[in-house]
């Protein structure tokens, strides 16, 4: 990787120089107060005008991308004492009746606003095609591709031409097996590239956003100018679909440097910083929420593939649930404490659940027949626990719920409706959520 | 390694077409016409016109030679009055070292895989990038060099490198198989680790278990003659688990392969290492090879003669040569991914068999024929890049993108610049599936030192922006930049808009320079320089 500073370093850290005079005030101002709540904090590390243009009465998400596949058991939908059911306990929580694993104490404690369905029955039992599914909504079908979710939701709710990144995915880990092929793919399908994520992570910033020290800041943009004359004038010479890709991705450029800022994990207070705990799932997940309070539509926040236990499931799980688990509970309570959980959607989930069973090596397999996923916020009902798996969790038992009528229920927590319809040349019409699923209206606020 | 150009081509001249010139004309081309233009005839489209010459010599230098031409070598072929001179500049590049240079640059991406730094320095360290380069060099039939990174025991000291193709993998030999199947059979077989494939379902779970089972005895070792792939006579048995739980042992099979027959002891019978199962190598300080060697049975009984080597192949060099395989994605050529053109594949499979896998026959005929020359833009109507009705763009490698900046500035390139390392990094994909641009790319291009470095430093006399500055009119500036960069005299537009960008910095003043080197940028990062069309 290039060296590059960190925005704090930099003298000019937002391309007008009224913000970055504005931002020093402020500084001055906090310091001299000694004590600056968490609320001015939020303002602080804001960029005012930013993040005034940008904020919508439009609603968020952010979604806890937990690739490889957490076990149920281990989490939403515990069955101790069984034969399937693993060495940890089961836990009270704040819903009369209803248990998690005692893996999850903190989420034990707010489980009146969050939503759990125990009863997700999926089809593709490998990584490459149940992500693929869980993170458009539907099966390929060919030759175009489903955007994403986090691409709908940006194109639907999110403001394009605010510089702050619409669609943002944290993913520190280059790797990831399937994921890392997956992450190869094509994110924004049919609706174009400038839908796609903008991708950061590992050092929490992201390279190559500050101007270099030997150009300044007008011969930047003016050559900038020049390259777009050049270059759009052969995208449309050629009517290149590639170009217009090329060029759309330095459209962005300008808005992402103003916004440098907003990817500086360093610049966070402290103690939210250790509240959230170590770690780039958990740290990703706070800069999810700093990004969401500063005008960005969707987050998607992943860490590889870690859940992915084949071997030693509980030894595995053990260090990674309560992560989660902290990690949930500090999300929700920060969206909530400032006011933006009703209008932030936060899903954590992955793409299927996992074996009852144990194989020779401890692990529990793949399982997409009877799984869990948790949701809170942003037009969901709290307090709602939805199907249920039989004794030994080997299938559901009441109420299946596919990823058709997830996704029918995500869209419609978020203002959008599932049934438009895309009416793609010489093809059958798509939809945005086939075969007419229906919402799960006891999820829906 | 400097390179001076014009002495460069005078020596291709020598080597490339007194050896191959008679070869160009009895190639089948017009075979590969004919089904593309049937299947035009089919769909009712009119294909996009032609190219000039001064479109088709950019195009096939980058294809070729993994770079944009010289002014020098543009004239040369512009100025060529033979009738056949597109085949004589075809021989010309086969038979140059850049060449080699430039597949190896690919090979090594489709093979390997990207890596970091020190993979690159490993691999050539450990010659297996000279050796690869020496296959292209020389030409060498695909099946036979398939057959020696498989087998991985150098027969030489000059065939060291193939064992590299294993030994980087480190005795993960399910990483082995994974990378096995696409890379010389054309399928992806990840997904029949835990069940067989569930949409490809020719694709079995025994397939991926027996793949595994032939390199499982492989172990790295390090010998007195460098790094070598051992193998045990004995273990490697295990079974495998379906879904269900139910087990089954991993034979040794393959797809599209009988299943090889080999004493499995039973369970609780202990295998003993004992050396009469071996045989000494026939070269001192090699390790000792099993008398029943499994991946010599791999070789033999699966690789060998395996139908699939020869059409992965022809698919991979199509999707390489036009953007687009006749199967794609290039690497998935199972049940779910029909070849556009079935009989085409089947032909060009064929007579790649029959010329005894020669790739250059291969590369001459694809790049001699009528739908390699066609215009990038696509016809109004038409959009189905299956149709091989215009040519598809596709985006530089980092290779070459770095020796095309360095050809647009320089003149000439080193094959070890910075700007190697520094673009792999960021533009890692060779035959990528898709040709969207990220924004960390732009942001990269923008903002990371490499190129505005790279830029900044060219500034010796005898580079573009210091002598485009001793030309006398803006018009004269501008059109020889445009040239040297885009291949292509400029717009008027083109000369008013750069013209007018440089005039505000006094004449022969640092400022002036500067802005020189931001033209340049804008024309080096904008499209028509970014993509082969």
Redesign the interface.
């Known amino acids: 990787?290039?060296s590059h500073q960190t925005p704090a370093a930099g003298s000019q850290t937002c391309g007008s120089s009224e913000h970055t005079l504005h931002r020093r005030l402020f500084l001055q101002g906090s310091m001299a107060a000694g004590c600056a709540s968490v609320a001015s904090y939020a303002g602080l590390f804001s960029i005012p005008a930013l993040a005034e243009q940008t904020r919508r009465e439009g609603r968020k998400c952010i979604l806890l991308w937990l690739c490889g596949a957490p076990s149920q058991f281990e989490t939403w939908d515990p069955k101790p004492g069984t034969a399937t059911g693993g060495p940890f306990s089961a836990i009270d929580t704040t819903l009369p009746g209803i248990h998690v694993s005692q893996l999850m104490p903190r989420c034990a404690t707010i489980m009146d606003k969050l939503a759990v369905i125990r009863s997700m029955k999926t089809e593709?039992?490998?990584h490459?095609?149940a992500i693929d599914l869980m993170t458009r909504g539907e099966k390929p079908r060919p030759p175009f591709t489903r955007p994403l979710l986090g691409s709908v939701v940006a194109e639907q709710l999110g403001q394009l031409d605010s510089p702050v990144?619409q669609f943002v995915l944290l993913d520190p880990c280059p790797e990831g097996?399937?994921f890392k092929?997956f992450k190869?793919?094509?994110?924004?399908g049919w609706l174009g590239?400038e839908y796609?994520p903008?991708?950061a992570g590992g050092e929490y910033s992201?390279?190559?956003?500050?101007?270099?020290e030997?150009?300044s800041e007008t011969?930047?943009s003016?050559?900038?100018a020049?390259?777009r004359?050049?270059?759009r004038k052969?995208?449309n010479?050629?009517?290149?679909?590639?170009?217009a890709?090329?060029?759309?991705?330095?459209e962005?450029?300008k808005g992402?440097?103003s916004c440098a800022p907003l990817f500086d994990l360093e610049q966070l207070p402290e103690a939210d910083r250790q509240r959230y705990g170590p770690g780039a799932f958990a740290q990703h997940a706070l800069q999810a929420r700093h990004l969401i309070e500063n005008g960005s539509t969707f987050v998607m926040v992943a860490n590889g593939m870690p859940w992915d236990n084949h071997v030693f499931q509980h030894e595995m799980h053990q260090m990674l649930v309560p992560e989660l688990d902290n990690v949930l509970y500090q999300l929700v309570t920060d969206l909530e404490e400032r006011g933006l959980l009703d209008d932030t959607l936060v899903i954590a989930m992955g793409e299927f659940g996992r074996t009852p069973?144990l194989?020779?090596a401890r692990g529990r397999?793949?399982y997409p027949k009877a799984w869990s996923m948790a949701m809170a916020g942003g037009g969901i009902r709290g307090g709602v626990v939805h199907g249920a798996t039989d004794e030994l969790g080997k299938d559901v038992s009441d109420d299946p719920v596919d990823n058709r009528s997830l996704f029918a229920t995500i869209f419609t927590a978020l203002g959008i409706s599932p049934d438009e319809s895309y009416d793609l040349?010489d093809l059958p019409t798509f939809f945005r959520v086939e075969g007419d699923a229906t919402p799960l209206a006891d999820l829906l606020v | 390694m400097m390179r001076i150009l014009p002495a460069a081509i005078a020596l291709l001249c020598i080597v490339g077409v007194a050896v191959d010139a008679s070869l160009a004309a009895d190639l089948p081309v017009g075979q590969i016409d004919r089904f593309i233009e049937q299947k035009w005839q089919q769909a009712d489209v009119q294909p996009a016109e032609p190219i000039s010459d001064s479109r088709f010599v950019r195009r096939l230098y980058l294809d070729l030679v993994g770079r944009i031409p010289t002014p020098q070598e543009r004239e040369t072929f512009l100025a060529d009055q033979r009738p056949d001179k597109r085949e004589h500049l075809v021989d010309l590049l086969l038979g140059s070292e850049d060449h080699v240079v430039h597949f190896a640059d690919l090979f090594d991406t489709l093979l390997m895989g990207r890596g970091s730094d020190r993979d690159y320095c490993n691999r050539r360290e450990h010659q297996w990038r000279s050796w690869l380069e020496q296959a292209f060099r020389e030409n060498r039939p695909w099946d036979e060099v398939v057959q020696e990174i498989l087998l991985a025991r150098p027969a030489s000291p000059d065939e060291r490198g193939t064992v590299w193709f294993l030994y980087e993998r480190e005795n993960d030999h399910q990483k082995i198989a994974e990378a096995v199947a696409p890379a010389f059979f054309g399928i992806r077989i990840?997904?029949a680790q835990?069940?067989d494939h569930?949409?490809a379902g020719e694709i079995e779970q025994r397939h991926y278990w027996g793949l595994v089972a032939f390199f499982n005895r492989s172990e790295n070792a390090k010998t007195e003659n460098g790094p070598r792939v051992k193998e045990s006579a004995i273990g490697g048995f295990s079974e495998f688990?379906k879904?269900s739980?139910e087990s089954t042992p991993n034979l040794l099979t393959f797809f599209g392969a009988d299943v090889v027959d080999e004493p499995r002891p039973d369970a609780d019978q202990k295998q003993e290492d004992l050396p009469e199962l071996y045989v000494e190598a026939a070269l001192k300080g090699e390790p000792q090879v099993p008398k029943f060697s499994r991946r010599e049975q791999f070789v033999s009984h699966v690789a060998n003669g395996h139908p699939l080597i020869a059409r992965a192949f022809v698919n991979r060099m199509w999707a390489i040569l036009l953007g687009r395989g006749i199967v794609h994605p290039f690497d998935e050529m199972d049940s779910t991914h029909e070849p556009s053109h079935p009989e085409l594949l089947d032909w060009l499979a064929q007579d790649f068999r029959d010329s005894g896998h020669d790739i250059r026959r291969l590369i001459r005929m694809i790049v001699l024929s009528r739908h390699y020359a066609l215009d990038?833009?696509?016809p109004e109507g038409i959009?189905d890049p299956a149709l091989f009705a215009w040519s598809l763009?596709r985006?530089l490698t980092a290779e070459q993108l770095a020796r095309s900046m360095q050809v647009a500035l320089h003149g000439s390139f080193r094959n070890d610049h910075p700007l190697f390392r520094?673009l792999r990094?960021t533009l890692p994909d060779v035959l990528?599936?898709?040709?969207?641009?990220?924004?960390?790319?732009?942001?990269?291009l923008?903002?990371?030192?490499?190129v505005?470095t790279f830029i900044?430093e060219s500034d010796e006399p005898s580079h573009l922006i210091p002598r485009i500055q001793q030309l006398d009119t803006p018009a004269e500036q501008v059109t020889a930049l445009i040239v040297t960069l885009f291949g292509r005299p400029p717009a008027d537009d083109?000369i008013e808009?750069?013209a007018g960008?440089v005039a505000t910095a006094e004449p022969g003043s640092q400022a002036r320079s500067?802005r020189w080197q931001?033209?340049v940028?804008?024309?080096l990062?904008?499209?028509?320089f970014?993509?082969n069309?």
């Not at chain 1, 010479?237 to 170009?243: H, K, P, T, V």
């Not at chain 1, 890709?245 to 330095?250: D, G, P, R, T």
């Not at chain 2, 923008?446 to 490499?450: E, G, I, R, T, Y």
Request: proline share 7%; glycine share 4%.
């Open positions: 990787m290039s593709p039992s490998e490459f095609q990144p097996n399937e092929a190869a793919g094509n994110w924004a590239a796609g903008v991708r992201i390279p190559d956003i500050l101007r270099p030997t150009i011969d930047h003016d050559r900038e020049l390259r004359f050049f270059s052969y995208e010479e050629q009517r290149s679909e590639a170009a890709s090329y060029n759309a991705a330095f962005r450029v992402l440097m069973w194989n020779e397999d793949h040349p | 990840e997904c835990c069940h569930m949409l688990a879904l739980g990038s833009r696509r959009d763009e985006p520094q990094e990528p599936e898709t040709v969207g641009t990220g924004v960390d790319a732009a942001l990269f923008s903002n990371n030192p490499a505005n900044a083109e808009r750069i960008f500067q931001h033209v940028w804008a024309l990062t904008s499209a028509e970014r993509f069309h």
